[in-house]
Structure formats: structure tokens, C-alpha cells
């Protein structure tokens, strides 16, 4: 597509739910990331692929969380038994293969926990 | 712990001045360095990138890279209130694949 794609764009759900966010970057891009943004932060990594792979998970915040793509494509942001503290601003990135490229970064998924 | 660091304002400028935003790095590695903006309830945007030492203009734009000082500005000219937004620095760290660390944003407000 034309840009980084993700839905919901905006999700209330009630604490001990699961939630799926879905991330669909941009065509060629064979690098995809995750962040998150608290209100009035900055941005948290999470979670980075390269390809189907991830070598770097490390900003999951919790075992609740988990994530994966397929195809080289679309990604899958999964967030399970959801608390208050996980209400957020979930924004996906792309990037091209090869060197060192700033992110498109897509419109979010603003996350509410009640 | 890499760390990117930014004043977090308020940086108040009046419409046509220069506004002049700073951040420093912590990890001597880091190879490219970016400015995003960001309005209020939107994503970042990406408006400069900067690989070497120096200076690069863009438009109204110049980022400057100062490796030795582990250090990296965005000069905005002829500041408009349409320039009124949070701008992030974010730098790749070294051995980190594309992954970019990220500060936590200068806020810019041009007052009329």
C-alpha cells in the first residue's frame, strides 16, 4: 500500500480482555516495529522484525504481550488479559531493506483499557 | 542503557525567528540520526535525516551533526505557527540493526 496501514484505529476494551492489533506496512518493506505512546511520552519500543523474524523483543513489556508476522507482511500485535497500565498509543513502522532508514510510521491504534 | 536526550520544553519562538532544537546521544556508535515532528494526536512525521558530520539543509530545515560531541540540532528558519508541534530525535544505535532509539520530544510552539 501506499503507506503503514493499522486497525483498529481505536480500541476501548475492558481490563482482563484480549486484544489484536494488526499492522500492514508499506510494500518492500522487510522491516517492521513496533512502539507504544503513553500520554504526554515518548516513544517505548517493543517489538522489531526483520522479515518473519525478530531479532529484538526486547521491550515487550510482560509475557501478556506477543507478536507476529507473516508473509513478510502483515503483523500482529497480541496483548492478552489486558490492565489499565497497557492503555496506549500502539504505532507500527516501516522501513527498507538494506542501510539505515528513518520509519513511515502508521496513524496508531489508540488503546483504552476501562 | 543508550539514551537520547532532549529538553523538553516549551520552546517558544515568535513567528519568523529561528528555533533551534538540541539533542545528545549517548551511545559513541550511533551512525544516523533523525528529526521527526509530531502533532498533537498524530504519528511522527520524518523530516530529516543526517548520516555525517556537518550540516544539511533542507528547505527551511538544517540539521547539524557533531559526532565528536555526541550531538545533533535542527535549525528550523523563518519559524511558521504551522511549525508549532513536538519534534523527536532519533538516533540507530550502533550494532542495532534499523532499530532507532528514540528521545522524548521538544515541544515547539511559534506564537504569532
Known amino acids: 500500500g501506499a503507506g503503514v496501514s493499522q486497525s483498529p484505529s481505536n480500541k476501548v476494551t475492558e481490563k482482563g480482555k484480549d486484544v489484536e492489533l494488526r499492522c500492514d506496512p508499506i510494500?518492500?518493506?522487510?522491516?517492521l516495529y513496533w512502539y507504544r505512546q503513553s500520554l504526554g511520552q515518548g516513544l517505548e519500543f517493543l517489538i522489531y522484525f526483520q522479515g518473519n523474524s525478530a531479532p529484538d523483543k526486547s521491550g515487550l513489556p510482560s509475557d501478556r504481550f506477543s507478536a507476529e508476522r507473516t508473509g513478510g507482511s502483515v503483523s500482529t500485535l497480541t496483548i492478552q488479559r489486558t490492565q489499565q497500565e497497557d492503555s496506549a498509543v500502539y504505532l507500527c513502522?516501516?522501513?527498507?531493506?538494506?542501510?539505515?532508514?528513518?520509519?513511515?510510521f502508521g496513524s496508531g491504534t489508540r488503546l483504552t483499557v476501562v | 542503557q543508550k539514551e537520547v536526550e532532549q529538553n523538553s520544553g516549551p520552546l517558544s519562538v515568535p513567528e519568523g525567528a529561528i528555533a533551534s532544537l538540541n539533542c545528545t546521544y549517548s551511545?559513541?556508535?550511533?551512525?544516523?540520526f533523525f528529526w521527526y515532528r509530531q502533532y498533537s494526536g498524530k504519528s511522527p512525521e520524518l523530516i530529516m535525516s543526517?548520516?555525517?558530520?556537518g550540516d544539511k539543509e533542507d528547505g527551511r530545515f538544517t540539521a547539524q551533526l557533531n559526532k565528536a560531541s555526541q550531538y545533533v540540532s535542527l535549525l528550523i528558519r523563518d519559524s511558521q505557527p504551522s511549525d508549532s508541534a513536538t519534534y523527536l530525535c532519533a538516533v540507530n544505535e550502533d550494532g542495532g540493526g534499523n532499530k532507532l532509539t528514540f528521545g522524548t520530544g521538544t515541544q515547539l510552539k511559534v506564537e504569532l
Open positions: 543526517i548520516y555525517s558530520n
Open positions: 513502522a516501516s522501513s527498507p531493506p538494506g542501510g539505515s532508514y528513518g520509519y513511515t
Open positions: 551511545d559513541r556508535g550511533s551512525q544516523s
Open positions: 510494500s518492500g518493506h522487510t522491516a
